[in-house]
């Protein structure tokens, strides 16, 4: 049987690829066809928030928000477009696609990736939701374990910051236990 | 994280990648899914390469484009996931990926590594579309 055309994804999330292969098939030969199934599938999956790994609403950061990372490459032209900590808009791969469309530039980040993306008419909105918070308050109340400092003081092992830089440590005696990654907790 | 990649009949490729990160992360914080050659790289010439885990392990590293490079000099796909998964190795004892590999031919290999990928009896899934068969959920094991 051929192998092309095809689509592949990471993780069991077959609403995303059945999306980007319905795409891929109903613009069959058209310019562009390969991107707006990605697009496309990637979009499902931010709207379904799957295994709330992806999209609005999951793995707050330390200050309670959740923050979205996203890319979009052609393997044509070598183009990319990216966005990186972005917290004001939920279609994080569609304000890559107009990275990559609408500007010279790879990759934008922060601030200045949620305002390109409101220029561009995304709907400006919090991330933030009712489970991300109360993921939230369970960690601030076991005193913000796991995190992801060290050599700092307070000792992040076992108290909150805020965090200061240890002066002087031992290498090998201060490496914190990283967080478990899990189905749910990836990037 | 979702990585995905989309190929059609003529070998045109796009790779995509969508990610909320990790838990609890210092504000400020990106991963892997925004940088090129990391979470996904795609050169219409050999193929593409997809990777998802601890994104700030992986980064250090370029996993896709890694993979990607090794299928342009010649190493099959199963060869190209391999190599990235023991260039890791050679400095992280522990981490956690799952990579793809697929030529511009549409040949795809997976590897895993690391327990935390694992979803169904320590195997890690991933979706696959082609021709003559449906959407498709396929294991390999961590």
């Not at chain 2, 050999?46 to 190493?75: C, H, N, Q, W, Y």
Request: with cysteine.
């Amino acid at each position: 049987a051929p192998l092309l055309p095809m689509v592949i994804n990471t993780w069991n999330f077959p609403e995303a690829n059945e999306e980007a292969w319905r795409l891929l098939n109903l613009e069959k030969g058209g310019v562009g066809q390969t991107r707006s199934a990605v697009v496309g599938g990637i979009s499902i999956c931010e709207k379904l928030q799957c295994d709330m790994a992806v999209g609005y609403g999951g793995n707050p950061d330390e200050r309670g928000d959740t923050s979205l990372d996203a890319l979009l490459m052609d393997g044509g032209t070598m183009e990319v477009g990216a966005v990186g900590d972005l917290r004001r808009i939920k279609s994080a791969i569609k304000v890559a696609q107009h990275v990559l469309e609408h500007t010279l530039h790879t990759l934008l980040v922060g601030d200045g990736a949620d305002h390109f993306g409101i220029a561009m008419r995304f709907q400006n909105e919090s991330l933030n939701s009712d489970e991300s918070m109360a993921i939230w308050q369970n960690w601030t109340a076991h005193n913000c374990q796991p995190n992801f400092w060290r050599n700092v003081y307070p000792d992040p092992r076992t108290s909150c910051g805020p965090y200061k830089p240890l002066t002087t440590w031992d290498a090998n005696a201060t490496l914190s236990e990283r967080i478990e990654i899990g189905p749910d907790n990836h990037d | 994280t979702i990585t995905m990649a989309a190929i059609d009949e003529e070998g045109y490729i796009h790779v995509g990648t969508s990610t909320n990160g990790l838990r609890h992360t210092i504000s400020g914080r990106v991963g892997d899914a925004s940088i090129p050659g990391s979470a996904a790289y795609a050169d219409n010439e050999v193929g593409a390469a997809m990777t998802t885990g601890d994104g700030d392990i992986l980064m250090r590293f370029l996993p896709s484009l890694l993979a990607v490079e090794a299928m342009r000099a010649g190493k099959t796909p199963a060869e190209a996931v391999e190599l990235v998964i023991q260039r890791i190795r050679k400095h992280q004892t522990f981490f956690d990926v799952a990579i793809i590999a697929v030529n511009r031919l549409g040949t795809y290999a997976v590897g895993c590594y690391g327990t935390g990928m694992a979803k169904n009896n320590g195997e890690f899934g991933y979706m696959v579309s082609s021709p003559g068969q449906p959407v498709r959920t396929e294991w390999v094991p961590c």
